[in-house]
């Protein structure tokens, strides 16, 4: 890998600030991560790709429902901390979703589970076009990322928003103390959400716009309120035909 991805970029100052507190904090443990974990299937005996595994939280969660888990990320230090969490109860690897996943073999996986990975690539295509290889038919692959009009909200803080494009911005992020890091993602209209979807031959079975728990009302009441009027993220599985 000569070339650092826009993932590896973001975090690898940061990795260890954001390992301890996502499992804990409210926009990942109480917002995204349920409604993710809720489009799973058994994944009991299955083998299956954490697609951008991070620290490593939904690769504990996968073994622990019985999955025969492959967890790969472009950051070193996340690969590191993963392969620490889980030891040799699954093959941690580093891998970039925007280069082939060589090390996968055709139709060998049951399910992709990609979360919160996909806002720091720009084109989806060759991404899901890997994804829809390495599934078995009936296969599925599940993902969340930034939600268009949530994004498209947000970005308007720090560029000028054309709705229709995908487009690079900048932005801090809050709620992972000080300083506040500097995070480098893409927001993206609709269609370049599902297109690549489409053309690579998946059939999209549900796409969740999940709402705050009760629980993250108790943690964050402000944005509780705000996540009930303005969404923050979109889940979405999708089936390879067979």
Not at 23 to 38: D, G, I, M, Q, V
Not at 103 to 116: K, T, W
Not at 153 to 169: D, K, L, M, P, W
Request: net charge negative.
């Amino acid at each position: 890998m000569a070339d650092k991805s826009i993932g590896e970029e973001n975090y690898e100052s940061f990795a260890e600030r954001y390992a301890q507190m996502l499992a804990t904090k409210p926009h990942n443990a109480l917002y995204e991560r349920p409604a993710t974990l809720s489009l799973l299937p058994d994944v009991a005996g299955q083998p299956v790709l954490d697609a951008g595994c991070g620290p490593g939280i939904y690769a504990e969660i996968l073994l622990e429902r019985g999955a025969d888990l492959t967890a790969i990320d472009v950051t070193p230090a996340f690969v590191e901390m993963t392969q620490q969490r889980v030891g040799q109860r699954a093959r941690v690897l580093r891998a970039d979703l925007t280069q082939p996943l060589d090390f996968a073999q055709d139709g060998e996986f049951s399910v992709v589970l990609c979360p919160l990975v996909l806002d720091y690539i720009e084109d989806w295509t060759p991404t899901f076009a890997e994804f829809f290889r390495v599934l078995r038919p009936g296969g599925m692959l599940i993902f969340s990322c930034g939600h268009p009009l949530g994004d498209w909200f947000f970005a308007q803080r720090y560029i000028e928003v054309s709705y229709f494009e995908t487009q690079q911005f900048s932005a801090e992020w809050s709620g992972f103390g000080e300083p506040k890091p500097v995070m480098t993602s893409y927001r993206r209209p609709i269609n370049a959400m599902l297109d690549p979807l489409l053309v690579n031959g998946f059939r999209l079975d549900k796409l969740l716009e999940p709402l705050p728990t009760e629980a993250f009302k108790a943690a964050d009441p402000e944005r509780y309120e705000r996540l009930h009027k303005q969404p923050g993220f979109v889940c979405v599985r999708a089936v390879k035909p067979g």
